[in-house]
């Protein structure tokens, strides 16, 4: 079975610092890779997705940026957080083709302060 | 640009009571719809997955419809439990030639309560 881990669970950050979440996805090769935000008070917002390695598609403009290193490797960065980086975020991942499902990792919780 | 719009925002029910939870989507032309129940500091948890061919999907007590002419689905939830309590979700996958990348579009979520 597949099985997406993501770390750290809770994060607490001063502005300006470096970030760094990291998703992995077990039991699955080659998914595509996605990472949201959930910010208080409003829906999930995607932020990155990825077909492949090295393969990054922004969906936002913003101060984060995102990086595939392997095939089942996610990872979430920033080299200066802002206080509006705060919330909720999770990885997802799905298989490829056809209609399949997508399945969301147990989220980072990052407070910028 | 696709929008989903979930109502009631918050629905609060006893014990027992079955309900409908709505989700209304701006364009038809969806790939499929996702609903996801989403407890206190967890993740999604994938509930149902209604391609756009389908008319309904079940599993359990949950059973979800789509009406895609109309840009509507429904999640039915039969003799509701204390536990189904959470947020619900449902999402859109945009596009009908399977070119979106499987890129949902959500909505901002019903949060249910079941009291006993």
New interface residues.
Partial sequence: SQTIH?WPATLVQPVGSPLSLECTVEGTSNP?L?WYRQAAG???Q?LF?S?GIGQI?S?VPQNLSASRPQDRQFILSSKKLLLSDSG?Y?C?W?RR???????????T?LTVL | KQEVTQIPAALSVPEGENLVLNCSFTDSAI??L?W?RQDP??????LL?I?SSQREQTSGRLNASLDKSSGRSTLYIAASQPGDSATY?C?VRPGAG?TS?????????TILTVHP
């Fill in positions: 993501q595509n996605y409003r829906g999930l995607l997705y077909v598609s969906e909720f999770l997802a799905r083709g056809g209609y399949n499902e997508q399945f969301f990792g147990p989220g919780r | 790939y499929n996702q996801f500091g967890k993740g999604l948890t994938s997955l391609q979700l999402a399977g990348y499987g890129k949902l579009t959500f909505g901002q979520g």
